[in-house]
Protein backbone atom coordinates (compact mmCIF):
# COMPACT_ATOMS: atom_id res chain seq x y z
CA UNK A 1 0.00 0.00 0.00
CA UNK A 2 1.45 3.20 -1.14
CA UNK A 3 1.95 6.31 1.50
CA UNK A 4 2.29 10.06 0.27
CA UNK A 5 4.21 12.75 2.54
CA UNK A 6 3.54 16.55 2.16
CA UNK A 7 6.65 18.84 2.96
CA UNK A 8 7.13 22.84 2.72
CA UNK A 9 4.26 24.07 4.32
CA UNK A 10 5.09 27.31 7.14
CA UNK A 11 4.36 31.17 7.62
CA UNK A 12 5.04 33.26 5.33
CA UNK A 13 3.48 37.17 4.67
CA UNK A 14 1.15 38.14 1.90
CA UNK A 15 3.30 38.12 -1.65
CA UNK A 16 5.53 35.55 -0.46
CA UNK A 17 6.31 32.28 -2.13
CA UNK A 18 6.54 28.59 -0.57
CA UNK A 19 6.68 24.97 -2.31
CA UNK A 20 5.04 22.41 -1.19
CA UNK A 21 7.19 18.54 -2.13
CA UNK A 22 4.61 15.65 -2.22
CA UNK A 23 7.08 12.02 -1.87
CA UNK A 24 5.10 9.19 -2.85
CA UNK A 25 6.35 5.70 -1.47
CA UNK A 26 5.81 2.15 -2.12
CA UNK A 27 3.89 2.65 -5.56
CA UNK A 28 3.81 0.37 -7.73
CA UNK A 29 1.40 1.10 -10.58
CA UNK A 30 2.84 2.20 -13.92
CA UNK A 31 1.28 5.26 -13.93
CA UNK A 32 -0.77 8.02 -11.36
CA UNK A 33 -2.78 10.89 -11.42
CA UNK A 34 -1.21 13.09 -8.98
CA UNK A 35 -2.81 16.20 -6.81
CA UNK A 36 -3.28 19.09 -4.10
CA UNK A 37 -6.17 19.99 -2.44
CA UNK A 38 -6.65 22.04 0.04
CA UNK A 39 -8.80 22.95 3.36
CA UNK A 40 -9.21 25.98 5.05
CA UNK A 41 -11.26 26.22 8.18
CA UNK A 42 -15.04 25.62 7.97
CA UNK A 43 -14.60 24.56 4.16
CA UNK A 44 -14.50 22.01 1.81
CA UNK A 45 -11.53 20.19 0.15
CA UNK A 46 -10.61 22.28 -2.82
CA UNK A 47 -8.90 21.11 -5.77
CA UNK A 48 -5.74 22.91 -6.88
CA UNK A 49 -3.69 21.17 -9.37
CA UNK A 50 -2.89 17.75 -11.00
CA UNK A 51 -0.38 16.02 -12.93
CA UNK A 52 -0.10 13.15 -14.85
CA UNK A 53 3.40 11.05 -13.85
CA UNK A 54 3.36 9.58 -17.28
CA UNK A 55 3.99 12.99 -19.40
CA UNK A 56 3.44 16.02 -17.10
CA UNK A 57 0.50 16.84 -18.61
CA UNK A 58 -1.30 19.34 -15.73
CA UNK A 59 -4.54 21.23 -14.53
CA UNK A 60 -4.28 23.81 -12.37
CA UNK A 61 -7.78 25.10 -10.96
CA UNK A 62 -8.93 28.68 -12.29
CA UNK A 63 -8.69 30.14 -8.83
CA UNK A 64 -5.05 29.64 -7.93
CA UNK A 65 -4.00 29.70 -11.95
CA UNK A 66 -1.01 32.41 -12.46
CA UNK A 67 0.04 31.77 -8.79
CA UNK A 68 -0.34 28.16 -8.59
CA UNK A 69 2.49 25.35 -10.97
CA UNK A 70 2.16 21.87 -10.63
CA UNK A 71 5.79 19.85 -11.57
CA UNK A 72 7.06 16.66 -10.64
CA UNK A 73 10.31 15.09 -10.25
CA UNK A 74 9.75 11.04 -11.29
CA UNK A 75 13.34 9.99 -10.46
CA UNK A 76 12.37 11.19 -7.31
CA UNK A 77 9.09 10.54 -6.78
CA UNK A 78 7.94 14.02 -6.25
CA UNK A 79 5.56 16.33 -7.61
CA UNK A 80 5.56 19.71 -6.25
CA UNK A 81 3.25 23.04 -5.47
CA UNK A 82 4.86 26.02 -6.28
CA UNK A 83 2.61 29.11 -4.84
CA UNK A 84 3.33 32.46 -5.28
CA UNK A 85 1.76 35.67 -4.05
CA UNK A 86 0.23 34.34 -1.68
CA UNK A 87 -2.96 35.64 -0.08
CA UNK A 88 -4.25 35.42 3.75
CA UNK A 89 -7.22 33.71 1.81
CA UNK A 90 -4.36 30.92 0.69
CA UNK A 91 -3.94 29.66 4.52
CA UNK A 92 -4.81 26.27 4.56
CA UNK A 93 -3.95 22.43 5.59
CA UNK A 94 -2.18 21.40 1.65
CA UNK A 95 -3.13 17.69 0.96
CA UNK A 96 -1.43 15.41 -1.64
CA UNK A 97 -3.45 12.92 -3.22
CA UNK A 98 -3.09 10.28 -5.99
CA UNK A 99 -4.75 7.34 -8.06
CA UNK A 100 -4.23 4.87 -10.33
CA UNK A 101 -4.48 5.87 -13.98
CA UNK A 102 -3.31 5.42 -17.62
CA UNK A 103 -5.51 8.32 -19.10
CA UNK A 104 -3.74 11.49 -19.11
CA UNK A 105 -6.72 13.45 -20.54
CA UNK A 106 -8.79 12.51 -17.10
CA UNK A 107 -6.07 13.56 -14.69
CA UNK A 108 -5.66 16.81 -16.77
CA UNK A 109 -9.77 17.49 -17.13
CA UNK A 110 -9.28 18.10 -12.98
CA UNK A 111 -12.47 17.72 -11.25
CA UNK A 112 -11.95 14.58 -9.15
CA UNK A 113 -13.69 15.46 -5.65
CA UNK A 114 -11.77 14.73 -2.58
CA UNK A 115 -13.49 11.15 -1.78
CA UNK A 116 -12.83 10.12 -5.59
CA UNK A 117 -8.95 9.77 -4.92
CA UNK A 118 -7.16 6.59 -3.62
CA UNK A 119 -4.24 7.61 -1.89
CA UNK A 120 -4.05 11.03 0.88
CA UNK A 121 -1.63 12.14 2.55
CA UNK A 122 -1.71 13.31 5.94
CA UNK A 123 -1.41 17.44 4.83
CA UNK A 124 0.61 20.53 5.94
CA UNK A 125 -0.02 23.60 7.22
CA UNK A 126 0.30 26.75 5.45
CA UNK A 127 -0.21 30.33 6.64
CA UNK A 128 -0.18 33.76 5.30
CA UNK A 129 -0.40 36.63 7.16
CA UNK A 130 -0.75 40.36 6.54
Known amino acids: QGTLAEFGGGSVHTGGSLRLSCVRD????????MGWFRQAPGTEHEELAT????????YVAESVKGRFTISQDNAKDTVYLQMSDLKPEDSAIYYC???????????????????????WGRGTQVNVSS
Open 97 to 119: VAIESRAPAMCAAGGRTWSMWHY
Open 26 to 33: AFTYDAYC
Open 51 to 58: IWTGNGET
